[in-house]
């Protein structure tokens, strides 16, 4: 299919998934909290844009009650959840440092390449917007676990979970026209206890090991068979 | 249908009364009447499964697979609540856990069990995802319940572990979903599994294979198959023991639970493409990995109850491979095997509880001489642990029986890798259990107050399912074995 047989909002989506895609870009190089959670707020006002927008092309009704919610969730409650913890914790200074930034982007881009790589015999036979979108939304699942990966900080990690949430939900939009409402609830309430979770284990982690460093969660190991 | 209602219902009302109830030994009871409640509308619900072979309707979809799970997870369910509540008291009265987190404990136990009859009885995919992911955010909090540097360490570790792992179980389910949308809407309401199972012959197969690796890994990290079994042995061993005893025995068999259902979508898509068992080839991989690599670190613990959540990954492993195997053979050898598993497993972890307070350690080399000390809890140490090693008369014996007669049938060159590892497994067990049940008493080790009566009926089961089964049980998992191997018992 060409792109100027598209409609303008079909040719919305893919615009606004690319954008997504860049928000994991710019969610990797945040070195203080605060901004990596004003860049997941930016992520998932950009989700919701794209579910409005699927819900247009595909006229599915029930896409406007995902794409509110996903609204309320993504870009209002969890980033203003996270964004009282770090108050609260005193983190709104603090920087983390990542040892090489440059290598970092550079294998979020492989992870983008490796991708399109995966999905290339799965959309044979779809047109070329649906094949973009299912490695788009892979490519911020595994950018997301990347962050998780690298980064030490408890907050960096939950944002970076909370991505891949994200990159998940793009997926079941966008390559599928939602998922029925009952999972998309149920997901929903999912995600939102694991957020309130998380901030009650930021407290306890806190108070154990007087830091947000899971680094230092190191107790618990295989133990040599030394003798006793 | 109705009692399927009430089932689901009793927990969540449960569970509602507990996190309001103020008086905790109350609220130990109320959590045993709940759950032996749910232990009879599990019982009519199976005499209606028996009856008609399928339960379903309004979503849900309840056949001999899951009706045997669903019984074995209300039982253990009932008989762990009672373990509980003479354990949870001392650890009440000795200061360990105060009054508020009595009250989350009890209420979390019930959303526990809410969370994993609704994976085991309902029909769509979708919400079986959800209802994993849901008994991960209902036990995490019990995990770090002694607020110990050690079990915040690991209930955190459980917790993204375990998120991650599901997140990518949840692309799964999206590219499912997607495969799903080229049949139409109309084939395929929603995500409903028994729909999907008629139409698995039209889903595309490049995509449900990478959707397979992608559940696999996600539930598999659940179910706690090397390599992402990292989070297991340390929520086990930091969390009360009768967290433990339902970790080991009835999430693990959630989660592999859910890896089959998937796995019989995928056997159906690819039944025609170039590579049919593709499936199974990597659920024998991962199992036969899990099981040898366990198998070998049960050698170098050094505490009780990471020793047994070891034994736990092992036998996770075996049952894995049985289900890669298939066939129908191995396929009924590995639900035996699961159920049996399951019984022992929660028997030893709460006889674990019991050994653990009476030396006041969880220490390997703390524990000595249980049996001049404690013969009800030695001797049941040594029972569960020769149920798990795979001793007959137990039903992981048979289990594992059934297996090897199929390995040596299939791939008899993978006979020999087996049972190797069955040899490591069981001389890492039993090094480990000698000196602690054979060896001298230190000085001064007292007795504790302990219930033995539901370990004995644990085990007494187990060697039940081993020599002789009851109808019942053996007609769903019949009914089972045809539903996954396509094929009736010789």
Redesign the interface.
Known sequence: MLPSTLTFMQQLVPVLAALVLFLSFVLLAQARPLSAVHAFAWQGALLAAVTVAVAAVSGHGHLYVSAFITFALKAVLIPWMLHRLIRRLALDRSVEGVASPALLNMAAVALVIFSYW??L??V?HESGITRNI?AIS?AV?LIG?LM?VFRQQ?VS?VIG?MS??N??FL??VS???G??L??EL??A??VL??MV??G??FL??QA??DSLD?DR????H????ES? | MNALFVMLLIPVVAAGVLALLRPWHLAAGVNVGASALGLACTAWLGWQVAAHGVVSGAGFHVDGFSMALVALTAFVGLTTAVFSRTYMRQLYDSGTVAATRMRLYHAMYQLFMFTMLLALTTDNLGVLWVAVEGATLATVLLVSLYRTSESIEAAWKYFVLCSVGIALALFGTVLTYFAAGHLGAAAVPGLSMSALHEHAAGLQPSVMSLAFVFLLVGYGTKAGLVPMHQWLPDAHSEGPAPMSAMLSGLLLNVALYAIVRVKLLVDGSLASSSNPYLAGQLLMGFGLVSFLVAAFFLHRQRDIKRLFSYSSVEHMGIVTFAFGLGGPIATFGALLHMLSHSLAKSAIFVTVGYAARIAGSQGLEHIRGLIRTQPAVGWSLVAGVAAIAGLPPFGIFAGEFLLLVATVDTRPWLAVVLLAGLVVAFAGLFRHLQPVVFGAAPEGQRPVRAAMAPVLLHLGLAAWFGLAMPGVLAGWLHGATFLISGDTLP
């Open positions: 995966l999905v015999p799965i044979q299912v892979l699942v676990l998780m408890a990690q979970f891949m949430e990159g998940l997926a079941a390559a599928t026209g998922m029925p009952v999972v149920g997901i309430f999912d206890v694991a979770l998380f009650v284990f306890e982690i154990s090991i899971v969660l190191n107790r618990l295989e133990r040599e068979d006793p």
